[in-house]
């Protein structure tokens, strides 16, 4: 895929669909992104990409047009440590709203007070093998920050969400369990359908780990899947989880859908394939009760 200019800002995705069953009072889209606007919140010099400018305002006409009544909303790289734009955001939802900011070591008690006061529920760390970004992704933390950050998430009340490999994961696994933390994995631990398959043993022991409920997974199909439109090839995975833990499990969107180009999904058909391959009950559970729980949402 050849490379997206730092310069050309590009283009929202349209406003997707409805599902084809309205879904749930309740309903959380669990990873989703808030960037800019950028005359407010500028992106961060040096970064990997650049993204739309996906305001807070464009992330609720997206919730508003596929049904959500709630979001969680996780700090991008092309914003570095600078978690203006999703502060802002999560402050001004009515609640609506729960933030992952990305932080390093510099972060003060004082701010880790402030943010957890204010809706944010936890920090994101990226340990990525990608030959998207084989120099390494700009902007992150890394799991060396997460493991001297770690006390200090807990003191404050703060989950660690891990967007990394499943190897990279299982080969960390004594270091992150050991933070006695709650660990939310992004995007299905980022598998590889045709590379392995679900009898892997790194994948196997991911799965051991949600399991027994010491890891949480955000079903985000989309990356994790060569097979568009419909991901075919990440369902053995995505049933695996639900087969696994369904009370450890998040529905995400991963809107604006960055970098997908002619690949970018309808939201709205997103939720459909998720419900097709879980089913109504615990489709329910995963959109409502489980986000509720992890991120501390009150009732409707």
Known sequence: M????????????PLPGRPSVPLPPGACDSHGHIFGPFDRFPLAASRSYTPPEATFEAHRAMMEAVGFSRAVVVQGSAHGTDNRAILDGVARSDGRLRG???????????ELANMAASGIVGARFTELVSTRYAGGMKGVSRFSELEKLGP???EHGLHAQLFSNCPTIVANLDMLLGLDLPLVIDHMGRIGPGDWGPTDADFQRLLACVREGRMWV?????????DFPDYADARPFHEAFVAANPDRLLFGSDWP????GERTPDVGKLVDIFRDWTGPELSERILVDNPARLYGFGPI
């Open 2 to 13: 050849a490379e997206q200019s730092l310069e050309k800002i590009p283009p929202l995705p």
């Open 100 to 110: 992952i900011v990305v932080i390093d070591n510099s972060v003060t008690d004082e």
């Open 152 to 154: 200090r998430l807990r």
């Open 218 to 226: 955000k079903l985000t199909a989309l990356r994790s899947s060569r």
């Open 257 to 260: 859908l960055l970098n997908l």
